[in-house]
């Protein structure tokens, strides 16, 4: 049983910063981890990924501010985000692919969801 929760989420100011947690249980492999994001009326954007040989994909709206890491153990996927903008509220996934390398950013890679933790900044 796949398990991902999130947390880490909350209010900040424009120009903050806050670092996302991902805790992973059930996966019996390594796998393509990413972050999506949705804002009210939008949908799902990938915003960052990381595949097993340590490649990493940013979305360019986040790239530069935003980063993906994963712990030693392999269980606990981060996202550490900075110089947040208000156009970076949204309720934030974390989420686990079928495949070991990352492609894209495409929601339909991704078959494991957490429940959501949402960021709002203003």
């Known amino acids: 049983h796949v398990q991902l929760v999130e947390s880490g989420g909350g209010s900040v100011q424009p120009g903050g910063s806050l670092r996302l947690s991902c805790a992973a249980s059930g996966l019996t492999a390594s796998r393509c981890m990413g972050w999506f994001r949705q804002a009210p009326g939008k949908a799902h954007e990938g915003i960052a990924a990381?595949?097993?040989?340590?490649?990493?994909i940013y979305e360019s709206s986040v790239k530069g501010r935003f980063t993906i890491s994963l712990d030693k153990t392999k269980t606990s996927l981060f996202l550490h985000m900075t110089s947040l903008n208000a156009e970076d509220t949204a309720m934030y996934y974390c989420a686990a692919s079928t495949r070991a390398a990352c492609s894209a950013l495409d929601v339909r890679d991704f078959d494991y969801w957490g429940q959501g933790t949402q960021v709002t900044v203003s």
């Open positions: 990381l595949g097993v040989l340590g490649e990493k």
